[in-house]
């Protein structure tokens, strides 16, 4: 797919992609354990931007590969963030009660089904990812490896726990950079790499993908915390000011909007600058970072 299809075209054609991916790898509703199975599709289908298997698509074809071949990575970084998003709603966690304009799992299928739907996903993402067609750089065993590493206690599951620790607790800009660092930008840039490692793309490449990744995922998370204070829970599909309401140290909080906003501004500008070694073939890339920067949901 070309740099010459406008970006709006390029997400719509990619989500559908996916969409349809992970309803051929998902366990129909009608198969036993029929309740589990719902639940799943549920918060997977629920209308999700699937930005992290967009990116890694788009990462694919910046490293001059078909895309095709990262479909079983983009699909499997989709359920680890669907299983997150799922726990991460439960009453334990950060208690919400709507995520992505519907009601959570829990609300719907009770709090033990969306713990176990959450770890089906989880578990699944794994099985997904081993179907990856092996190329001369890596195998399956690598890409398993970039996944798991990613999912696991120095990534996005310790993030969450030091966001819970967080709460009510006064936290400087440099642990919550760590923060998200762990829990928003490593599968971002996770995503990125795994379709770049799909279509054995070169360690250069990978390493500009990793800052690139590191940069988009914290300006990412900088218009997050920006967005939950600025726009309504109809727009985003989610409770605003639930940050504020469980005193969680966010960028606004601590620099301010005009600043965060700036923050925000100059990782994407890193970010952007990062893509140098892709020349014209990382324009899509570029492209996405600036629709991260300026969306408003």
């Not at 009608?30 to 639940?39: F, G, W």
């Not at 479909?71 to 009660?97: F, G, K, N, R």
């Not at 966010?250 to 005009?258: A, D, F, K, R, V």
Request: net charge neutral; with cysteine; charged share 25%.
């Amino acid at each position: 797919m070309g740099n010459d299809i406008n970006l709006k075209t390029f997400v719509s054609d990619h989500r559908k992609r996916i969409d349809e991916a992970l309803n051929s790898f998902l366990p129909k509703s009608t198969v036993r354990p029929k309740t589990l199975h719902k639940s799943m599709r549920y918060s997977l289908f629920a209308g999700g931007k699937r930005l992290r298997p967009v990116l890694c698509l788009a990462a694919s074809e910046a490293c001059g590969g078909d895309f095709a071949n990262a479909i079983p990575a983009a699909c499997a970084v989709e359920c680890i963030h669907t299983y997150s998003l799922i726990h991460d709603d439960l009453p334990c966690m950060d208690d919400d009660d709507m995520r992505r304009g519907k009601p959570t799992n829990h609300k719907v299928f009770g709090e033990p089904v969306a713990v176990l739907a959450g770890d089906a996903l989880l578990t699944l993402a794994f099985e997904i990812i081993s179907s990856t067609k092996p190329n001369k750089k890596y195998n399956n065993g690598d890409m398993v490896k970039e996944l798991a590493l990613t999912s696991g206690s120095k990534h996005l599951v310790g993030g969450q726990v030091l966001d819970l620790e967080g709460e009510n607790e006064e936290i400087n800009s440099r642990t919550l950079q760590f923060i998200h660092s762990s829990k928003t930008a490593a599968l971002l840039t996770s995503s990125l790499k795994l379709g770049a490692m799909s279509v054995g793309a070169s360690q250069k490449k990978l390493s500009s993908l990793e800052e690139f990744g590191q940069c988009t995922g914290l300006a990412f998370q900088v218009i997050d915390d920006i967005l939950d204070v600025t726009q309504s829970s109809e727009t985003l599909g989610k409770s605003a000011g639930k940050d504020e309401a469980v005193n969680k140290a966010t960028y606004p909080s601590i620099h301010g909007l005009e600043k965060s906003k700036k923050i925000a501004e100059k990782l994407t500008v890193k970010a952007i600058d990062s893509l140098k070694p892709f020349k014209n073939n990382g324009k899509r890339l570029e492209e996405l970072a600036h629709y991260l920067l300026d969306r408003d949901y």
